[in-house]
Nanobody
Framework: QVQLVESGGGLVQPGGSLKLSCTTS????????RGWYRQAPGKQRELVAV???????NYADSVKGRFTISRDNAKNTVYLQMNSLKPEDTAVYYC?????????????WGQGTQVTVSS
């Protein structure tokens, strides 16, 4: 079974930066969107950023201007560059890829990587 593998989380001080990466252990066909979600303790999982197969991007209002989602098709990897981090960005971050093949749609999730913003 194909899995998404995330890396890059950690502990950072407010105002700092982190870059998350997400790649796949195998091949996924029909991908039309790659995104990042996050879930803080006691809160629902929320969309952070998404990039479509056409290159369009969308961001949560709370991260606009601070986070940048990008992809490297040759490496089959999607990134989330996070700058000017705030304590409220603390959460487990999950990557999510969505694929469609004919009538079938599939969601792929990573295992999550912890991001902690604290002094």
């Amino acid at each position: 079974q194909v899995q998404l593998v995330e890396s890059g989380g950690g502990l950072v001080q407010p105002g700092g930066s982190l870059k998350l990466s997400c790649t796949t252990s195998g091949s996924i066909f029909g991908i039309y969107a790659r995104g990042w979600y996050r879930q803080a303790p006691g809160k629902q999982r929320e969309l952070v950023a998404v990039i479509t197969s056409g290159g369009s991007t969308n961001y949560a209002d709370s991260v606009k201007g601070r986070f940048t989602i990008s992809r490297d098709n040759a490496k089959n990897t999607v990134y989330l560059q996070m700058n000017s981090l705030k304590p409220e960005d603390t959460a487990v971050y999950y990557c999510n890829w969505r694929a469609k093949n004919g009538l079938n749609e599939n969601d792929y999730w990573g295992q999550g990587t912890q991001v902690t913003v604290s002094s």
